[in-house]
Every structure is written in structure tokens, then in C-alpha cells.
């Protein structure tokens, strides 16, 4: 009888196109899982729908919406974007671009210098990303579990309100989470094969992204530490774990050329070494706000509220210190580093209940109760069905933890750091990617319940 039901399964998936029996095999010499072949029509849809869905957010969702305030640029990217079409770089902006990373407003002053200052442009090319991470999570999707995910995860991206959130308005949060979803696509290909060519790709992909914003900087290199000492580990895979270093080698490079010249123009500009951007202290005092219940439970606005209260607080710091606050950026970075310093040292207790807090609101704090209300739900179920996804990888030997370690990294080090929701928009297709297989071992158990 159960063969019966398999069989009878295994005919309806085919009649819809949702099985490939590749898929469901393991490779007979490594006894890895075979992937899913790809269908030009299948990626051309996946992308066309993502693109289509960004089209419709910019044309006619952001308008009609009321969950979120419509201002269209918040954060002067558009400004400073115009800034360098004209010629001006970024004068204006502080000398090092006061916490901000550059890439998000050098696109837009490309686009603004080769085809004026349209901003539809950008919108334009912003619904792209998001049609460009909807084939990303599609194609890591079939190629690691299966066809069917793939086609969940795409469809179910496209669909997600936080990917639809920062479409139509100038926020980098598009831009972060294609090229972050870029750098996790690149981890699967060079997971699968590792050779140079790969691992320098995941490097120069997460050097892009973290020019976009600095945050997610750590990450190939915590995925390069764990990808060998899951080898390291099991002392008969240690030769594999050495053959691996070419490749992560090429990973630590492609990141640090994508990042270096940046790097030395912050040295030459303040004398000092600055990484990327300043900002860590700022984000870490401004946590301990941000993480109080009535901002955490929403009773407050916290970006509004919360903002004030903060500001409030560093400019006293900056009256105590003789000093004034954000007059210059390595100065206030410095300024608030001390604080930082000094409030982790003397109530370590303060830390470890904004963190604990912290591990919640970076998937739901947003800017009212109702949007944060929505984020919360669509978290928690994407969370539900991942767990069911990472037990089911974890009985047919499927790496799934591809996709838990960049939700968890980023989880973690924001909770440490100052955690919002919508810093959470990087990591939703990867875990959309593992909640996708593990609503598709649901509804394969549904089919057989009703055969």
C-alpha cells in the first residue's frame, strides 16, 4: 500500500512539474543529493514575477498603503547620489560619510549621471533586484533541495512585504539584500565546488554587499571558519578540509580588494583606519534605547521616540565631553566608543537584557504597531516551517545550514549591536529558502494523506 501512495505521488508531481526524480536520488559515488535540473522558462518566470511585483509596489502599492510613512528619501541617498552625478562626490556628507557605506548612493549617481535624475530609474532597476533575488533563492532552492522549493521560495519571495517594503522608496535594503543573497548563492556553489574561482566570487560578492552596509561584513569570513571545522571536526576529513584553503584563501582576497580602495580613501580622507564606515558604538548605545519595553512592545514609536531620546543622549555626551555631537565623524566615533565602553563595563547586566531583547525585535520593530504586528507573523511562521525544513535536511543529508547561518549571524551580532526589523530584510530569502522545503515536505505528507 504505501508503495502504491509513493508511486501515485510521484505521477502527480510529475503532471504538474513539480518532481524531478534527479532530485530525490543521491549521487552513487560521493552519496551526496543530485540536484534538480534548471528550466530556462522556470528562471525567466521566477524573475519576471519578482520584477513585475517591485513594478506594481513603485506604480501603484506604495501609494495606496498606510502602513508606512511614504517619505521617498528618509535618508538623503537620492541627495547624495545627485551629488555625485554632478561631480561633487560626496562633499556635504561628513568625511566618512557620517555611518553611512558608499555603494547605495554610487549605483543611484550612475544611474542619475548616465540617464539624469529620473528616480523611476532607480525604482526600475530596484524592482530588478528584487526579481534578481527571486531567481537567487529559486536557483538555490532546486539546486540544493529541490525543483519545487525553488518554485515556493521564488514565488514566496516576490510575495514577502518586507521584499516589497523598501522597493518604490530610497533605501538601501533592496540593494543589501540582492547582493547579500548574491554572497549566499555563491557559498552554495562554492559549498558544491570549491575551487578558486568560486570562493573568490563569494568574496567579491560580500565585499559589494558590504559596502552597502558594513554590518554584514563578517560574514564569508564566519562561513569560511565553519565550512572547514565541519571537516576539521571529523578527523577523516581533514584532507578534504586542507584541499578546501585554496578556495577560502580566495574568499578572505576577493573580499579585501572589493573593499581596500574604499578602506584607503577613508585613510587618506581622515588620517585614521577606518574599514568601511564608522557607526559599531553609535549602533550599540543606541540598542540599549531601542531594546526598552516600551519601544520593544511598541507602546512607543520607536523610530520616532526612541530616535529622540538617543540623540538626546549623545549630545549631552558630547556637552560632557566639551565637545559637539556629530560635528565630526571620527571624533564622534571615538566619543561614543568610550561611552560605549564605559556602560558595557559597568552594568553588564543592561547588556544581556538588551541582547536577549534584541534577538526579537530584529525580526519584528518596526515603525507602528501594525506593520511590526505583520513582520512578527510572517517571521515566525517562516521560522516554523525552516525548523521543519533543517530536520528534514538534516535526515537526507542536505546542508541546510547554508541558509540558518546568515539568519543566525546576522540574528545575533544586530542583538549585540542595535536590533530593528527592517534590518532583517538581508536574510529573509535565505530563510525563505529553507521554509520553502519545509512547506514542501508538508505538502508532500498532505498528498499522501489523500491518496
Known amino acids: 500500500m504505501r508503495q502504491d501512495v509513493c508511486v501515485e505521488r510521484h505521477k502527480i508531481d510529475a503532471e504538474f512539474g513539480l518532481y524531478t526524480e534527479a532530485m530525490s536520488t543521491t549521487n552513487a559515488r560521493t552519496g551526496d543529493p543530485v540536484e534538480a535540473p534548471d528550466t530556462g522558462f522556470a528562471s525567466i518566470a521566477i524573475f519576471l514575477i519578482g520584477l513585475f511585483a517591485g513594478l506594481a509596489m513603485v506604480l501603484v502599492g506604495f501609494r495606496s498603503q498606510s502602513f508606512v510613512h511614504d517619505r521617498f528619501d528618509p535618508y538623503q541617498f537620492g541627495e547624495m547620489g545627485a551629488s555625485i552625478a554632478r561631480g561633487n562626490g560626496f562633499t556635504g556628507w561628513g568625511t566618512l560619510l557620517s555611518r553611512r557605506a558608499p555603494l547605495y548612493p554610487i549605483v543611484i549617481g550612475g544611474v542619475y549621471f548616465a540617464f539624469g535624475e529620473h528616480p523611476f530609474l532607480v525604482q526600475l532597476l530596484q524592482s530588478a533586484m528584487l526579481g ?12 540544493v533541495f529541490n525543483r519545487r522549493t525553488g518554485l515556493l521560495a521564488g514565488i514566496a519571495c516576490a510575495l514577502h512585504p518586507m521584499m516589497l517594503r523598501y ?3 530610497l533605501q538601501l535594503e533592496t540593494q543589501l539584500t540582492f547582493l547579500f543573497t548574491l554572497t549566499v548563492w555563491c557559498t552554495v556553489r562554492v559549498y558544491r565546488t570549491p575551487t578558486v ?7 567579491i560578492a560580500g565585499g559589494f554587499a558590504a559596502l552597502t552596509k558594513a554590518v554584514v561584513v563578517l560574514y564569508p569570513a564566519l562561513f569560511s ?5 565541519m571537516d576539521v571536526v571529523w578527523l577523516r576529513y581533514r584532507e578534504k578540509a586542507v584541499s578546501k584553503l585554496p578556495a577560502v584563501a580566495a574568499i578572505l582576497t576577493g573580499m579585501m ?8 580613501r577613508n585613510y587618506r580622507a581622515s588620517g585614521h583606519f577606518v574599514l568601511i564606515s564608522t ?3 553609535d549602533a550599540f548605545l543606541r540598542g540599549y534605547i531601542f531594546s526598552k519595553t516600551d519601544y520593544a512592545l511598541l507602546r512607543k514609536p520607536p523610530y520616532t521616540d526612541a530616535e529622540n531620546e538617543t540623540n538626546a543622549w549623545f549630545e549631552q555626551l558630547g556637552r560632557e565631553a566639551g565637545t559637539e555631537w556629530a560635528k565630526d565623524d571620527y571624533e564622534t566615533e571615538q566619543l561614543l566608543s568610550r561611552a560605549a565602553k ?3 563595563r559597568s552594568d553588564p547586566g543592561a547588556f544581556l537584557r538588551k541582547f536577549g531583547v534584541g534577538l526579537f525585535t530584529f525580526w519584528y520593530e518596526m515603525t507602528s504597531f501594525a506593520n511590526s504586528l505583520l513582520a512578527g507573523i510572517f517571521a515566525l511562521g517562516a521560522w516554523i516551517l525552516a525548523f521543519i525544513g533543517a530536520r528534514r535536511g538534516w535526515r537526507e543529508r542536505r546542508p541546510a545550514w547554508l541558509f540558518l547561518l546568515p539568519a543566525i549571524q546576522l540574528n545575533l551580532l544586530l542583538a549585540a549591536l542595535l536590533a530593528l526589523g527592517r534590518y532583517s530584510a538581508p536574510v529573509v530569502p535565505s530563510l525563505i529558502v529553507l521554509s520553502a522545503f519545509g512547506l514542501d515536505w508538508l505538502l508532500v505528507r498532505g498528498s499522501e494523506s489523500h491518496v
Not at 574561482?197 to 568574496?203: E, Q, R, S, T
Not at 571558519?225 to 571545522?229: D, E, F, G, V, Y
Not at 580588494?257 to 584607503?264: E, H, M, Q, S
Open 197 to 203: 574561482a568560486n570562493g573568490a566570487l563569494v568574496g
Open 167 to 169: 522597493v518604490a522608496d
Open 257 to 264: 580588494v572589493v573593499i581596500a580602495p574604499w578602506t584607503l
Open 132 to 143: 534578481g533575488t527571486c531567481w537567487l533563492v529559486f536557483d538555490m532552492g532546486r539546486r
Open 342 to 344: 564605559e556602560k558595557l
Open 225 to 229: 571558519c565553519l565550512w572547514l571545522a
Open 279 to 281: 557607526g559599531l558604538s
